[in-house]
């Protein structure tokens, strides 16, 4: 009888069933995980929802190909590898980065593997089924990192997310003397805060609904907190800038009334980061973008080389972990956890275990 295992599994958008799956097989160069935590994304929420980018549309252009296992943001410890995997060994704690990248498009030859045309995506493709299960399979071709074993199981699975905090920093070029908002505060919003606390900004301004949130993100190293059901953002953010505006925008939350809630709060110059994935298409006053403030657009995807400074920081102290993470539910509870990730205000970080 073939081996199997209890995972997660996607079938079409609300259609997951948390049932027996066959044991991933091993062949050359491939590592096999015993998952220890898997955390959950709010794209994870938004894909069993329907997202259009990844379930298709009228046309049926499908990103995900299912009967799939969801889930990137795993960490695990290896239990089976190839006889030449040599860089590993039994026992050890890995992750791996979302994207397994071809290595023979355009962007990958240019070294930006994180843009790989064929994405290849954990969670996402069969060639690599996600950790939303009790095993998981790490392909020849996907980039694997060690975990220190000082890391708790809940610093391990907040590498990836914090390496995708950590590339929206990098795509903002922030300087010293700018004011930063960070729109979404929760965990990748907080890491991001506190990633642009390491530059040394001028003054870092956190926005979200949950003032639960606006409260943990001041351990995080924001200064000022601003509700936009209490208040008007850009005004607000313009009296506190006196007249000017911010810099930067940091778009975490994935609202899509925050984008122009951003383009009207910065100043002229001033550059816009998408982070957040949105539910669907999302309008702006392009006005606004070019004749009115010539604002630059930045988009963000992924994590480019930013898993190994990430887990230096964490190991150090300069990234910050602590609550982060603030609910453990068991795989088979997966629908309370998501639920629970959706709709309680005290909810960062939900992370399931098999």
């Keep these: 009888m073939a081996k199997t295992m209890n995972a997660l599994v996607a079938y079409a958008p609300k259609d997951y069933r948390y049932e027996e799956f066959p044991y991933p097989d091993l062949n050359t160069g491939d590592i096999i995980l015993k998952v220890k935590g898997c955390g959950i994304c709010a794209g994870d929420i938004k894909e069993f929802n329907g997202l259009p980018d990844i379930w298709g549309d009228e046309n049926n252009n499908m990103l995900i190909e299912p009967p799939q ?37 355009p962007d990958c030859i240019s070294g930006m593997y994180w843009m790989c045309s064929q994405m290849q995506l954990f969670g996402l493709k069969n ?4 950790g939303f299960a009790e095993y998981v399979k790490i392909p020849k071709a996907a980039i694997k990192h060690k975990v220190p074993k000082s890391f708790s199981v809940e610093q391990a699975v907040l590498i990836e997310p914090y390496a995708c ?21 929760g965990a990748i919003g907080c890491a991001i805060a506190n990633i642009v606390r390491l530059y040394l900004p001028k003054l870092i301004i956190g926005i979200d609904t949950n003032n639960e949130r606006l409260d ?3 351990e995080y190293g924001v200064e000022v907190v601003l509700n936009p059901l209490e208040c008007d953002i850009d ?4 009296k506190v800038t006196h007249g000017r505006g911010c810099d930067v925008y940091i778009e975490a939350s994935g609202y899509p009334a925050s984008v122009m809630q951003g383009l009207k709060s910065l100043k002229n110059h001033g550059r816009y980061v998408q982070f957040g994935q949105f539910p669907a298409e999302v309008t702006a006053n392009w006005n606004l973008i ?17 898993y190994e400074p990430v887990i230096r920081g964490i190991e150090s102290g300069l990234l910050r972990t602590d609550g982060l993470i603030s609910h453990t539910f068991s795989l ?23």
């Design 127 to 130: 060639i690599a089924h996600g």
């Design 165 to 185: 905090g950590m590339h929206a920093v990098e795509r903002a070029e922030i300087k010293h003397t700018d004011v930063v908002a960070v729109a979404g505060l």
């Design 69 to 105: 296992i969801p889930g990137h943001e795993f960490c695990g410890e290896i239990v089976e590898k190839a006889e030449d995997v040599t860089d590993f060994e039994i026992g050890d704690m890995i992750v791996a980065e979302q994207i397994i990248p071809c290595y023979e498009c």
């Design 216 to 218: 943990f993100a001041k």
């Design 290 to 306: 070019g004749d009115g403030k010539e604002l630059t657009i930045i988009g963000s995807h992924l994590s480019a080389y930013c």
């Design 332 to 354: 088979k509870n997966w629908r309370e956890a998501f639920e629970f990730a959706k709709n309680d205000k005290s909810a960062m970080k939900i992370m399931l275990v098999p």
């Design 235 to 238: 005004a607000e953010i313009y």
